[in-house]
């Protein structure tokens, strides 16, 4: 099995950069996913990282060191719209070999103006 | 839209009774995923299914089944339905079910047990 943890809300101003770590736990570990979900409306794909490093995609960068068990999701030059839920994911291949997608609890943000 | 297509979009049953969730994969796509969120326990994976065979079992519980058909739609059952199996099921589908590979998830079902 596995634990993934991460913040349950964040508040950050318009125009500001938010950092939501995830830390996880799993001895089968491989991939990690951030999904972004709009309140009501399904998750959609922000970033996946296998390796360690950092990922850059436009305003929004993924890292993580898989010693650690950790990463993170920066969200840059903050806008209103990116208010939402950010959810971690791990894949799992403990149990078999298509492993498992397990989703942390989320974290919410709120962008103020 | 992600090209995955659940219905219905909502469903308001009794406790005790047995309903069916439909979903339809993006073209293509030969694995599908179905997922439990509730307010308290987050999105819960459920089962994983690629093409028509189950190939990971998350947190299922018994009164749940699931299979997928040759046209690669699934069905996710729920019977003996809880007060507590309120929540919002979504489906997701892939291209192969490889770990690397970014699922798509459909609007979801809301489904309300009173």
Redesign the interface.
Known sequence: GQNIDQPTEMTATEGAIVQINCTYQTSGF??L?WYQQHAG?????LS?N?LDGLEEKGRFSSFLSRSKGYSYLLLKELQMKDSASY?C?V?D?TT?S?????????TQVVVTP | D?G?TQTPKHLITATGQRVTLRCSPRSGDLSV?W?QQSLD?????LI?Y?NGEE??K?NILERFSAQQFPDLHSELNLSSLELGDSALY?CASSSL?G??E???????TQLSVL
Request: charged share 10%; hydrophobic share 40%.
């Open positions: 491989n991939g996913f409306e399904a998750p959609t794909f996946y296998v959810l994911a894949r291949m078999d298509w492993g498992k997608l397990q989703f942390g609890a989320g | 992600s995955v995923y997922y326990q987050g999105l819960q994976f994983q690629y190939r990971a998350g979504f079910g770990p690397n970014k699922l798509f998830f459909g609007s979801g």
